[in-house]
């Protein structure tokens, strides 16, 4: 979808959950006075659930801070927005009075329950395909589906392999098992999924319409791929394990040419930040990763 800078109208809504149930939210006007909602979060290609952070200005909720247990936040621009699932692990309120803020601390994702205490038994013989496995391991930890690269579906087992214990240490062996392919096990919302980082290996694409500034690079690994970070307007669908696709056009916009020839670029994110406001100028990602020749 492309977007136009200077339409855009941004969107948080948020409902608090408690543990019984109920719920309390606060929804976003579409057109006119908004409430003063702030976002922020770090993603990464890792089997770690990643933190959240949500700062509102004049919350006024009805019910106790501590009775919150979930928060789901609707969250984007009017026309592309995204659902967030977190678990409140903290909610204080800052700078008491008319203009008093409330933090609220989370921990990304509704599996968390399920994440520290999923335990699998484990018996394969040698070439398994990798998909199988970790479909074996998706009923323990509650996701709902299981997607892959195009790279990391050809793994397969060389040797038989045994598990029994932690679902959590269970991907971090296959993780070593398949470490000379940069095999990534990570969880997008209720999805498992598995790449190969620095190959080309991806999950979904996503055309850049934007960015606040001209790419910084730096040499890369041992096998030779130059690690870029990206800032731009945050593009709510976009995770690791994604594809950026940067056309010429953007590098032009921002001055630069990458090797100075006209041409699309890719970059596979393998970890990413936003920041996102409903007021004010607070809209932008940092993504980092790799450039896919």
Same mark, same amino acid.
């Given at each position: 979808m492309a977007l136009n800078l200077e339409r855009f109208n941004k969107i948080i809504d948020l409902s608090f959950y408690t543990a019984s149930g109920s719920v309390k939210t606060i929804l976003c006007p579409r057109h006119g006075v908004k409430p003063d909602i702030q976002i922020n979060g770090t993603y990464g290609a890792s089997l770690e659930l990643y933190q959240l952070h949500v700062v509102v200005k004049n919350l006024y909720l009805d019910l106790q801070q501590e009775q919150y247990t979930r928060l789901v936040i609707r969250a984007g621009y009017i026309n592309n927005l995204i659902t967030i699932e977190a &678990?409140?692990?903290?909610? +204080?309120?800052?700078?008491?009075?008319?203009?008093?803020? &409330?933090?609220?601390? $989370?921990?990304?994702?509704?599996? &968390?329950?399920?994440?520290?205490?999923? &335990?699998?038994?484990?018996? +394969?013989?040698?070439?398994?395909?990798?998909?199988?496995?970790?479909?074996?391991?998706?009923?323990?930890?509650?996701?709902?589906?299981?997607?892959?690269?195009?790279?990391?579906?050809? $793994?397969?087992?060389?040797?038989? +392999?045994?598990?029994d214990g932690s679902a959590r240490n269970a991907l971090a062996e296959l993780e070593q098992l398949f470490i000379s392919k940069k095999l990534q096990i990570l969880m997008q919302g209720t999805t498992l999924c598995a790449l190969c980082l620095t190959q080309g290996d991806f999950i979904k694409s996503h055309i850049v319409q934007y960015m606040s500034a001209p790419p910084q690079m730096t040499p890369g690994d041992e096998a030779g791929q130059w690690h870029t970070m990206i800032t731009a307007p945050w593009m709510p669908e976009v995770l690791p394990g994604d594809l950026l696709v940067i056309p010429s056009q953007v590098y032009i916009n921002n001055g630069v040419l990458v090797g100075g020839i006209n041409k699309t670029q890719m970059l596979e994110v393998t970890e990413m930040s936003f920041h996102f406001g409903t007021k004010g100028s607070i809209n932008q990602m940092t993504c980092s990763g790799f450039i896919v020749r």
């Open positions: &678990t409140i692990y903290s909610m +204080f309120r800052e700078n008491p009075g008319p203009d008093g803020t &409330t933090v609220i601390q $989370c921990q990304l994702g509704k599996l &968390t329950s399920n994440w520290l205490s999923a &335990t699998v038994q484990l018996q +394969f013989d040698k070439g398994t395909n990798l998909l199988k496995i970790l479909k074996s391991i998706q009923k323990s930890l509650g996701a709902t589906d299981v997607k892959m690269g195009l790279m990391a579906k050809t $793994c397969v087992l060389e040797a038989p +392999f045994q598990f």
